[in-house]
């Protein structure tokens, strides 16, 4: 059974920086889809962030990460990364992999749906 697992939150101060790794228990080359996602307390999980495609040379934001956030992923190391930075208070959730092999709805990368693996999740903080 395929896993992911997420790592590298914590507590930041505004305008710092984290970066978030995801290790997956087969090669990452093997998804055509992943992408992060974040879920604030009392709010739907959000999109953040997708590579798509074999090459992984497709990346998607959502609007207000664009510019500070950055995916990549290391098929070497069977990892996926999100590097944060100028984190503000508004970044604050549990942040949460996912992960799939098929190419099927790849157009809805930004939607739960088009992925079968998820990661347990990491906090991240981000205070005032």
């Known amino acids: 059974q395929v896993q992911l697992e997420e790592s590298g939150g914590g507590l930041v101060q505004a305008g710092g920086s984290l970066t978030l790794s995801c290790a997956a228990s087969?090669?990452?080359?093997?998804?055509?889809?992943m992408a992060w996602f974040r879920q604030a307390p009392g709010k739907e999980r959000e999109f953040v962030a997708a590579?798509?495609?074999?090459?992984?040379?497709?990346?998607y934001y959502r609007k207000n990460v664009k510019g500070r956030f950055t995916i990549s992923r290391d098929s070497a190391k069977n990892e996926l990364y999100l590097q944060m930075n100028s984190l503000q208070p508004e970044d604050t959730a549990t942040y949460y992999c996912?992960?799939?092999?098929?190419?099927?709805?790849?157009?809805?990368?930004?939607?739960?749906?088009?992925?079968?693996?998820w990661g347990q999740g990491t906090q991240v903080t981000v205070s005032s």
């Open positions: 996912a992960a799939d092999h098929g190419s099927d709805d790849s157009d809805y990368y930004y939607t739960r749906s088009p992925y079968s693996l």
């Open positions: 590579v798509i495609g074999w090459s992984g040379a497709s990346t």
């Open positions: 087969e090669r990452t080359g093997s998804f055509y889809k």
